[in-house]
């Protein structure tokens, strides 16, 4: 799995994209999804879609199916929690299809719920 690298506004849950993604051209392949609970990407984002984070057992098949479409570019899972099948299975996906899969965590612990991922 590739990994990206994002910062986080603390004191609106928003997901920001390096200036570099965030301004690419149109003509650039496939879709950002954002699947989660309490963080959204920043409005000015093109080619981004939060999706609420559906029930933990439906998560795998729900990333499987969004890189199958052959319109993803990356995927961020809130709190992503994975098999050791799953994990060996989404990532020869990721690979195939060339699609970034980045773990967001928000840590409640600390004042302003900042984001930690394994960047």
Known sequence: MTMATTTFETESNILQF???EAKRAPAHKGWSYLL???VAFQKD???AIRIQKPDQEK???WICRLITSGQ???I???DLIL???ERV???QLCEQYAVSLVAVSVNDKVAGNILQGPW
């Open 18 to 20: 390096p200036q570099r």
């Open 83 to 85: 098999t050791p099948e």
């Open 36 to 38: 989660s609970n309490s």
């Open 76 to 78: 961020y899972v809130e």
């Open 72 to 74: 993803c570019r990356s």
């Open 89 to 91: 299975s989404i990532k």
């Open 59 to 61: 998560v795998p098949a």
């Open 45 to 47: 984002v093109d080619y």
